[in-house]
């Protein structure tokens, strides 16, 4: 069963590294009035689920999926767990609730939650990816980012970054910043105390909403030259690069050498946005998260004067020179002789 208007319900992902203020955050938010009508999914490791706990006393709707690590297990559950909403409503024994929220562990991988949402034909008829949302522990932040490969993933694949315990003592905010930037640098940061962050900030952030693609593939193009003027020093191999191609590509290839792209390098290539100029009126607008590449879809029209293709990879241990060489040859082969 869908809403009343059929239209798909918006899921938002909480997600952050351990201790990094999640719960605290999630616990802040569903006391604001625009998520009097959100059911909350929490993840969590342990026999003993507190921090469902924490959130119940908030709201009643809360259900914890206690199996073991998001990115393990939740696939079934979360397919299992989504499906049981639409039937409780049916049945009357859930209020009819308009937005998702699902907070993962701290250990958890972002990216098959956003598949499950795609491959699975019966959620994506009923629920749309809102975004992502991060935590980010400003104490422990460079410390993190040397040492644990889950937080760089975390921050990379972000939608809405909230750094907090930014008021405790011996926090450099502008540091953790600066880290946070050479890793995801179009994300846009939220200091959060104590979870104090309105709702509005984080929802509605419209990931696959066609009339919105388009100036969000623009604000990663801004935002990634702007790190390559101010020649950010990236972390952990992670580095975003944008290509450009004045005349039009041939999808069909372009297609293939995606593809071969994500088969090859997959856990590599955490990111990519594009507006590309196929033949048509419009742009065609690329998404896609490591191995998940959303269905493409043709705008009626260019945002700006610019119809060249351009393409913002965020990418790990991938040299530019590597990948743009590789597109070239295969937009080469594309051409006739």
Known sequence: ???????????????????????????????????CDAVVLVNELGEVPLDHHLLRHVDEKTVVLDSGCICCTIRTDLVDELRDLQVRVH?????A????????????DPVPVLATLLQDPLLAA?????????????????????QQPEWAKQVVVADRIVLTKTDLS??????????????????EMIVGIAGDVPAAALIGLGVLAEDRRAEQVQAWLEAVEAD???????HSGVHAMALRFDEPLDWTMFGLWLSMLLQSHGDHVLRVKGLLDTGADGPLVLHGVQHVIH??????????DDHASRIVLI??????????????TFDRLAKPN
């Open 1 to 35: 069963m869908s809403t009343p208007t059929q239209e798909r319900i918006p899921l938002t992902l909480i997600t952050g590294f351990l201790g990094s203020g999640k719960t605290t955050l999630l616990g802040a938010l569903l006391r604001d009035p625009l998520l």
């Open 91 to 95: 049945r009357g024994e859930l209020p």
């Open 97 to 108: 609730f308009r937005r998702v929220i699902v907070e993962t562990t701290g250990l958890a």
């Open 126 to 146: 009923h629920y749309m990816s809102d975004g992502v949302v991060t935590t980010v522990d400003a104490i422990n932040a460079e410390l993190q980012a040397r």
């Open 170 to 187: 011996g926090v450099d905010e502008a540091g953790v910043a600066a880290l946070v930037r050479s890793l995801n640098p179009v994300a």
């Open 228 to 234: 390559a003027h101010h020649g950010h020093d990236h």
């Open 295 to 304: 269905p493409p879809t043709h705008l009626a029209s260019w945002p700006d």
């Open 315 to 328: 990418v790990r241990d991938i040299a530019r020179s590597d990948i743009a060489n590789s597109i070239v």
